[in-house]
């Protein structure tokens, strides 16, 4: 596919690149940016490596609700993968340039993965209404079978739904600047680059996002509404207490998700600036990914208990290993005297 250039007395083609303009507006800034998000990025990775294997190596975490927080964390990897790399390299280098494969590769990805997200917090909503809901049929409702169904199912939905929305979109003709005023291919500048009349595709990805990410958050609610009012039904404070500290993580993480992207994307065109957006789209993007895991640890006994003892059982290993190692530098000192 060619875009056509179209400036002031110019008519020139661009075959297969872009350019992300990114953060070029910061100048020498773009330097301290840089090692942020790159401190950003390692923490994104490892606390949500860190999560992952906690559970895998924790048999107490072995639940349904843990097996949802690890498909989440995988998640999480993923997205942030798709396009902190790749921003960190812009930052250091003087031409942007984005191949139009990578930009579509791009856009699958990112936009899987947040579809899929939108889905899998709905599954954990579901899971949370369940065990609060119907504690005594926990294990019969959330067997691990109907688990790994409503995994695949939201990712059936995210691969399903975004490789058809985003073929669709880099069918389109494309011209004037290639110029992309963002730090990655994001759908609005994408759509914006296009030659024609694209009221009804901004039509068509509304009604998207309405049907495809805001039912999961209206089933999020339902789910809420419906723990609410049986926790307000338990006789206890203690008990209530409890029983809403189970589902506070999750609450937050949807609150961080779903608030940064209804800034993002849901904000009049008239208060909205490509600086601005970018910045908003970095608490969406890059941010958020990082203190999921943060949420979930210092949120959570269990994951907490969990990494205490993986803590203290690899502090124990050391001292052994030291004490062996003295142990048989000792014996050996003995046979040469």
Known sequence: MAYSKNGPGENQTISG??????????????????????????????????????????????????????????????????????LLVHLLVEEKTISLTGCAAQMYVITIMGLT??????????????????????????????????????WLIGISVEVAQTTWIFSLPFCGSHRIHHFFCDIPPVVNMACTDTSKNEIMVFTVSVVFIMSPFLLIILSYICIIYNILKLPSVEGRRKAFSTCSSHLMVVMLFYGTALITYMRPKSSSSPETDQMISLLNTIVAPMLNPIIYTLRNKEVKGALRKAVEKSIFASRNQRTENRGNQSGGDKEKS
């Open 17 to 86: 690149v872009l350019i992300l303009v990114g953060f070029s507006y910061l100048g020498k800034l773009q330097i301290l940016l840089f090692l942020l998000l790159l401190v950003i990025y390692l923490a994104t990775l490892f606390g949500n490596l860190l999560v992952i294997l906690l559970i895998k190596l924790t048999p107490s975490l072995h639940t349904p609700m843990y097996f949802l927080l690890v498909n989440l964390s995988f998640l999480e990897i993923c997205f942030t993968t798709s396009m902190v790399p790749q």
């Open 117 to 154: 997200e939108c889905c899998l917090l709905a599954a954990m909503a579901y899971d949370r209404y369940v065990a609060i809901c119907h504690p005594l049929h926990y294990t019969t409702i959330m067997s691990g079978q109907v688990c790994a169904q409503l995994v695949g199912a939201s």
